[in-house]
Protein backbone atom coordinates (compact mmCIF):
# COMPACT_ATOMS: atom_id res chain seq x y z
CA UNK A 1 0.00 0.00 0.00
CA UNK A 2 0.83 3.37 -0.92
CA UNK A 3 -0.53 6.48 1.19
CA UNK A 4 -0.36 9.93 -0.20
CA UNK A 5 -1.30 13.58 1.58
CA UNK A 6 -0.92 16.43 -0.62
CA UNK A 7 -0.84 20.43 0.85
CA UNK A 8 -0.39 23.47 -0.54
CA UNK A 9 -3.67 24.24 -1.79
CA UNK A 10 -5.59 27.67 -1.46
CA UNK A 11 -7.16 30.88 -2.36
CA UNK A 12 -4.73 33.70 -4.78
CA UNK A 13 -5.37 36.34 -6.97
CA UNK A 14 -4.42 35.49 -10.82
CA UNK A 15 -0.63 36.41 -11.71
CA UNK A 16 -0.34 34.59 -8.31
CA UNK A 17 2.04 31.34 -6.98
CA UNK A 18 1.35 28.31 -4.94
CA UNK A 19 3.47 25.06 -4.27
CA UNK A 20 2.27 21.82 -3.96
CA UNK A 21 3.36 19.31 -1.83
CA UNK A 22 2.46 15.36 -2.06
CA UNK A 23 4.61 13.04 0.51
CA UNK A 24 3.99 9.02 -0.14
CA UNK A 25 4.70 6.92 2.29
CA UNK A 26 4.39 3.24 2.80
CA UNK A 27 5.60 0.95 -0.29
CA UNK A 28 7.23 3.59 -1.60
CA UNK A 29 10.13 1.62 -3.28
CA UNK A 30 6.97 0.34 -5.58
CA UNK A 31 6.13 3.40 -7.12
CA UNK A 32 6.43 3.77 -11.02
CA UNK A 33 5.24 7.02 -11.90
CA UNK A 34 3.87 9.85 -9.90
CA UNK A 35 2.15 12.74 -10.60
CA UNK A 36 -0.82 15.60 -10.64
CA UNK A 37 -4.16 15.09 -12.20
CA UNK A 38 -6.59 18.14 -11.37
CA UNK A 39 -10.78 18.14 -11.76
CA UNK A 40 -12.52 21.30 -11.87
CA UNK A 41 -16.37 21.27 -11.40
CA UNK A 42 -18.32 19.87 -14.07
CA UNK A 43 -15.19 18.53 -15.96
CA UNK A 44 -13.39 15.44 -16.09
CA UNK A 45 -10.35 14.66 -14.00
CA UNK A 46 -6.81 15.69 -15.97
CA UNK A 47 -3.16 15.49 -15.81
CA UNK A 48 -1.65 18.29 -15.38
CA UNK A 49 1.98 16.65 -14.63
CA UNK A 50 3.99 13.95 -14.15
CA UNK A 51 6.97 12.13 -13.62
CA UNK A 52 6.85 8.46 -16.12
CA UNK A 53 8.49 5.52 -14.54
CA UNK A 54 11.30 6.18 -17.07
CA UNK A 55 11.60 9.34 -15.36
CA UNK A 56 10.99 12.18 -17.80
CA UNK A 57 8.47 14.47 -17.02
CA UNK A 58 5.00 15.24 -19.04
CA UNK A 59 2.98 18.65 -18.77
CA UNK A 60 -0.93 19.33 -19.87
CA UNK A 61 -0.09 22.09 -22.92
CA UNK A 62 -2.19 24.44 -20.74
CA UNK A 63 0.21 24.73 -18.34
CA UNK A 64 3.47 24.55 -19.66
CA UNK A 65 5.73 27.22 -19.20
CA UNK A 66 3.96 27.95 -15.93
CA UNK A 67 3.99 24.86 -13.74
CA UNK A 68 6.90 22.44 -12.71
CA UNK A 69 7.00 19.47 -10.91
CA UNK A 70 9.93 18.23 -8.91
CA UNK A 71 10.81 15.69 -6.90
CA UNK A 72 12.72 15.27 -3.25
CA UNK A 73 13.34 11.34 -3.51
CA UNK A 74 14.98 11.24 0.24
CA UNK A 75 11.81 12.47 1.12
CA UNK A 76 9.34 10.51 -0.99
CA UNK A 77 7.62 14.23 -1.76
CA UNK A 78 6.72 15.58 -5.26
CA UNK A 79 6.01 19.36 -6.11
CA UNK A 80 4.14 21.12 -8.06
CA UNK A 81 5.22 24.47 -8.73
CA UNK A 82 2.66 26.95 -9.85
CA UNK A 83 3.26 30.29 -11.38
CA UNK A 84 1.44 32.72 -13.55
CA UNK A 85 -1.99 31.17 -12.27
CA UNK A 86 -5.10 31.84 -14.04
CA UNK A 87 -8.66 31.58 -12.64
CA UNK A 88 -9.10 28.18 -15.18
CA UNK A 89 -6.27 26.40 -13.06
CA UNK A 90 -9.01 26.62 -10.03
CA UNK A 91 -9.73 23.15 -9.43
CA UNK A 92 -9.07 20.18 -6.75
CA UNK A 93 -5.64 19.21 -7.01
CA UNK A 94 -4.75 15.18 -6.70
CA UNK A 95 -1.69 13.68 -6.43
CA UNK A 96 -1.74 10.31 -8.16
CA UNK A 97 1.01 7.17 -7.85
CA UNK A 98 1.41 3.82 -9.62
CA UNK A 99 2.88 1.14 -8.39
CA UNK A 100 3.38 -3.11 -9.13
CA UNK A 101 2.44 -4.85 -12.47
CA UNK A 102 0.19 -6.93 -14.24
CA UNK A 103 -1.91 -8.38 -11.69
CA UNK A 104 -0.21 -6.22 -8.75
CA UNK A 105 -0.46 -2.98 -10.52
CA UNK A 106 -2.11 -0.45 -8.26
CA UNK A 107 -3.55 2.96 -8.53
CA UNK A 108 -3.19 5.36 -5.56
CA UNK A 109 -4.85 8.96 -5.37
CA UNK A 110 -4.43 11.47 -2.41
CA UNK A 111 -7.58 13.50 -0.95
CA UNK A 112 -6.93 15.94 -2.84
CA UNK A 113 -6.02 20.16 -2.13
CA UNK A 114 -8.44 23.02 -3.23
CA UNK A 115 -6.83 25.62 -5.53
CA UNK A 116 -8.54 28.63 -5.86
CA UNK A 117 -7.54 31.40 -8.46
CA UNK A 118 -9.37 34.69 -8.03
CA UNK A 119 -9.71 37.16 -11.11
Known amino acids: QVQLVESGGGLVQAGGSLRLSCAASGRTFSINAMGWYRQAPGKQRELVAA???????NYADSVKGRFTISRDNAKNTVYLQMNSLKPEDTAVYYC?????????????WGQGTQVTVSS
Open 96 to 108: NADSGYGSSWRDY
Open 51 to 57: FTSGGST
